[in-house]
């Protein structure tokens, strides 16, 4: 008996944060929440992996912690975006810089060059981890350069893996196009056009292979309901997982473009 009323008033229910989502502002919002018998108001932190954190008192209606989330979202949107800022990897182009192909890192070297057949190439040397980046004299056209590859390499496994997916999900777009964004990695249009960001070769392969089921369901239903992650987790596995992983790369890199 005891032991039951331990585990009932102080037991690792109470002190195990519980991981919530909620829609707010268009966007899926992941937060940890505390709940405690001392908490006495609500509070809101980031800690230093850009994990939200939610306290609230034990006695705390959903609703009141989801309405307190909502009223500080920008002050969370702010220290997010302050937080990852300041760890995050620069993909430049610059000479020993670092581009992360597929989740591995790889060293980029410039090579000025007069060679016109050369400048404005790139050679990728997997095993060594190496990218080499033709550039003009002054190396003012790495970035551009380094775009291109990343948009190659993103175009590639793109076109070997949709039809694939499409057969496996029995869903297909009535167009797919690869365009440069800075924050979103995929979306889905109402005249079922897919677009994928240049950028997503950043993503290891089954992170990737999320995005394009991801947009994909979105052929079928365009809101993020629970029958929508549904039909996303009969496609892939650990979707929770997965988004988390993407969410950390994502933050842990700077793009010059
Ligand atoms: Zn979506």
Known sequence: MRNEFRLAGHGAAR????????????????YLERRGQRIRKMSISVDASCNVIVRAPAWAAHGDVEKFIAENYSWIENSLAEMSASR???IDGTDGSVAILHGKEMTVMTHPTNDASLEGRYELDRNAGVLRIFTSDNCSDAIPVLARFYFDMTAKYLGTRIPEIESITGLCAERYEIGTYRSKWG?????????FNSKLSLFPYELMDYVIVHEMCHLKNRRHDTRFWESV???IDDVGVKRKRMRSI????RFAW
């Open 250 to 253: 994502a933050l842990g890199v």
């Open 15 to 30: 002190m195990t944060p519980r991981k919530q989502h909620m829609e707010i502002k268009g966007r899926e919002l992941e």
């Open 233 to 235: 987790s009969s496609f």
């Open 88 to 90: 995050r990897q620069p």
């Open 187 to 195: 979306s889905c249009s109402s005249a079922g056009i897919i677009r």
